[in-house]
């Protein structure tokens, strides 16, 4: 009975070196470059480097990077636009992966099919095309201010915008969510379904105490990654977006290549990570109660 943990870890144990030495070692280095030290894996870059803090022993921190960082009003402002592209992106393409599934769900229609399916077409376009041809199609001269002007109209220019960036976030996000959403709204039982509506639920009450509880997981599943997608986007808001206020991973490029300041870089990328960190913990928490359900069954 005792060898049965041990072989379980053995068997765990391949990647989860592999992810501590590709992804937690790198992140180690880059926080404790953050934090003042500048030596081992660190020389090369803080050689090059401007504008550094440094700390003269391993046990000895400095946080004199993160002020300068949060200390600079356009960081925080454009960390506020981050926040907030990523809350609206999320929430949109939750909603619209939603709408999909329930059409498809409920009418099984040749529409409803071929909705789902010009869904998913994003997925398979690379992201630079992608986010050169929303540019392009809400640019002053694109399709939109085109279509108006031979209506005799006028349409706002959204290339360039954070409204452009968010726009095609979204585009680039629903494929993902409406595969998952779509995949839980499916796996309910329709008896389940069918006996809500024969005890008289409408619509809103099958959805809210049936289809919503049930497939929850693969809700959160899809808004967490939709999160954390849009939180570290660097093409979309690169190509599409303006030069301030813009997201922070255009901001942790610039800095890093344009600024010369490689620490304030990884400072940003520290304060992205927390945040994807968070979020990221409502996934566990899905994947948990996923494993608790399947061990009940």
């Known amino acids: 009975m005792r060898r049965r943990p041990i072989a379980g870890l053995l068997m765990a144990a391949p990647p989860v070196l592999v992810v501590a030495v590709f992804v937690g070692f790198p992140i180690g280095t880059a926080i404790a470059y953050s934090l003042g030290h500048v030596g ?91 986010s050169w041809a929303i540019l392009t199609f809400y640019a002053g001269d694109g399709f939109v201010r085109s279509l108006a002007a031979i209506l005799g109209g006028d349409a706002p220019t959204l290339g360039y915008t954070v409204v452009c960036i968010t726009i095609a976030m979204i585009w680039t996000q629903l494929p993902f969510a409406t595969l998952m959403v779509t995949s839980g709204v499916q796996a309910v039982p329709t008896a389940l379904i069918e006996a809500a509506a024969d005890a008289g639920a409408s619509f809103p009450r099958i959805v809210r105490s049936v289809l919503l509880p049930l497939a929850v997981v693969p809700t959160v599943i899809a808004a967490t990654f939709t999160a954390i997608a849009t939180l570290g986007a660097f093409t979309v808001p690169y190509f599409t977006g303006p030069n301030a206020p813009t997201m922070l991973g255009v901001d942790m490029a610039a800095y890093f290549q344009s600024y010369n300041l490689p620490q304030q870089a990884v400072v940003i990328a520290v304060v992205v990570f927390v945040i994807a960190a968070g979020i990221g913990a409502l996934y566990v928490w899905a994947n948990l109660r996923a494993a608790r359900a399947a061990g009940r069954a």
């Open 40 to 130: 081992g894996l660190n020389t090369t870059i803080a050689r090059i480097a401007r504008d550094q803090h440094t700390v003269d022993a391993w046990w000895q921190q400095t946080l004199g990077a993160y002020a300068d960082v949060l200390a600079d009003g356009r960081v925080l402002r454009d960390l506020l636009t981050t926040v907030a592209v990523t809350l609206v992106t999320t929430v949109v393409v939750v909603g619209l992966a939603w709408a999909i599934a329930l059409y498809l769900r409920l009418s099984g229609s040749r529409a409803a099919q071929v909705l789902a399916a010009i869904a998913v077409i994003p997925m398979f376009i690379p992201v630079v095309i992608a």
